[in-house]
């Protein structure tokens, strides 16, 4: 990625190429690593769900709505969870009806309102699925860290997905 379009919300991309805060070396050796583990870690995460038939999104799309109420949600929530637009969203869930693990179900008293509702197969599917995920996730990413640099992580990232998430107008 190119670093000079980066964006602040004290820098925005307007401002004049001179008043950009070019990135020191310390600075893009950091962001530039940060691109590629989280490249490398969807990649490898994916590959590794490709033998249960799933992408990554649809293993996203099975544990937000194991996870919702009566395992399901309207589609425009659930788009919003996975970071998904609508359309993109209903072309998965189109696939992932085919496949039998959710279901389109009318909002009752919204007309034009979608539910994605967990089927049992999709919850049979997301239980089979889970523990060699958790294992992957382990493998490759937590057991990577000490519990301090676990800590230590944790703090310095949720700051910037509050931040982000506030941009989005989401809580």
């Known amino acids: 990625m190119d670093t000079h379009t ?22 893009q050796r950091m962001w530039r690593a940060h691109l590629e583990v989280s490249k490398l870690l969807e990649y ?61 179900q009318e909002c009752p008293g919204d007309r034009r309102g979608l ?12 239980q089979r699925v889970a523990p060699d995920h958790v294992r992957s996730v382990r493998a490759h990413f937590i057991d990577r860290f000490t519990p301090e640099q676990l800590d230590a992580m944790f703090e310095a990232l949720a700051p910037i997905a509050d931040h982000l998430r506030g941009l989005r107008g989401k809580p």
Do not use: C, F
């Open 115 to 126: 539910y994605a509702h967990l089927t049992e197969q999709g919850w049979e599917t997301m």
């Open 44 to 104: 490898q995460l994916s590959r590794e769900l490709q033998p249960h038939s799933l992408a990554i999104n649809d293993y996203e799309i099975l544990v937000v709505l194991s996870e919702a109420p009566d395992r399901r949600m309207r589609m425009t929530d659930l788009a919003t969870a996975t970071l998904q637009s609508k359309s993109r969203l209903s072309h998965q869930i189109t696939r992932m009806e085919n496949a039998g693990l959710v279901l389109r």
């Open 6 to 27: 980066i964006d602040t919300a004290d820098n925005p991309p307007s401002q004049p190429e001179e008043e950009t805060p070019w990135l020191s070396a310390r600075e």
